[in-house]
């Protein structure tokens, strides 16, 4: 799954693909690198983020979806807000990837139970601007994996059918660095709630601690693309900036697999 910001203020990318047409281009680029799905998202979850009002994602992210879409691209709508996913299937989406996990809209799982789309459930403790704060644990994997299967069940209960739905632990949502290793050395216990896994480590903070303090963001993409081919048989999408590494890692550990 590439990763398409259409934002002024992601902390990766912000501002590169705010325009519309340099965010359709970036798309078709990261198809052309070998992604998947492209994953489109008009609002930043970064660390201490501010919301966007609604009619400004929509005027981000549905021109880029209905085109993406029209070409063949399989697109998913990364968005906490149930009309954003509405309009976005609408507009050919096919995935509905909400970070919260159907908690930020009371609207989100019956709204995804009305859509014929997958439904990518992360585990979330609250929006950007409190989340660090709420990174406390008795034990990480059996809270996320307690608090995840809930909000599954909620999106079951209201309708969404267990076959579309995909989890995700959250990586870096309300989580220290120690949290997103031990919950990666465990994502067997995470798909023991019976759901595909989706994995977002992508050039977050704790990836970035392995390269030292002075390394740029593009420096996460190296462990990204490493972390992305130990993963890859545990996984139903590793979600990524820089497709062409991790395409790269991934063909590189399918060429030795075959060898074999």
Known sequence: MGVLNVTPDSFSDGGLYAETGDAIAHGLALVAAGADIIDVGGESTRPGATRVALDEELRRILPVVETLA????????????????????????????????????AAMNRTVAALDA???????????????DRARYDDVVEDVIGELGRQAAAAVAAGVARERIVVDPGLGFAKRGAHNWILLAHLDSLAG????????ASRKRFLGEL???????????????????????????VRVHDVTATRLAL??????????
């Open 251 to 260: 063909d590189a550990r399918a060429a030795l697999r075959a060898a074999r």
């Open 193 to 200: 709630l019976g759901f595909p896994v989706m994995v977002g």
């Open 211 to 237: 390269a030292g303090p002075t390394a740029s963001i593009e420096d996460r993409d190296l462990p990204t693309a490493v972390l992305s081919a130990l993963l890859v048989d545990d996984v139903w999408a």
């Open 70 to 105: 029209s070409a063949g691209v399989v697109v998913s709508v990364d968005t906490m807000n149930a009309s954003t996913a509405r309009a976005a299937v609408d507009a050919g989406a096919r995935i509905v990837n909400d970070v919260s996990g159907g908690l930020a809209d």
């Open 118 to 132: 997958t439904f990518v459930i992360s585990h979330w403790r609250g929006h950007s601007i409190v989340m660090e």
